[in-house]
């Protein structure tokens, strides 16, 4: 009933950008925090970035100054804009968001499927 398609992943090189998109989709009464994870080969998944509703906003010790988080509320998307990239965030990136899908239930989490980003050296 509830997608979260994240978009954006790619390679690139040592000091580049990349922009990650997650638009949510399906029956969706409110979207409360929304978040990026990533996952990297033989690690646990770790919180890069999250922000809620009302704008409130925290970051990995190790993207601080580097990443951006930030979201539109009308139309249910979120993004990562991630400068300055090292070998070191080279993971799978996930989007989260807690939603509610009637004014009556509690939100759930939801995940998109990931998507890839590889930063070489």
């Known amino acids: 009933q509830v997608q979260l398609v994240e978009s954006g992943g790619g390679l690139v090189q040592a000091g580049g950008s990349l922009r990650l998109s997650c638009a949510a989709s399906g029956r969706i009464f409110s979207i409360n925090a929304m978040g990026w994870y990533r996952q990297a080969p033989g690690k646990q998944r770790e919180l890069v970035a999250r922000i809620t509703n009302g704008g409130s906003i925290n970051y990995a010790d190790s993207v601080k100054g580097r990443f951006t988080i930030s979201r539109d509320n009308d139309k249910n998307t979120m993004f990562l804009q991630m400068n300055l990239l090292k070998p070191d965030d080279t993971a799978d990136y996930y989007c989260?968001?807690?939603?509610?899908?009637?004014?009556?239930?509690?939100?759930?989490?939801?995940w998109g499927q990931g998507t890839q980003v590889t930063v070489s050296s």
């Open positions: 989260n968001a807690s939603i509610r899908t009637r004014s009556w239930t509690a939100p759930s989490d939801y």
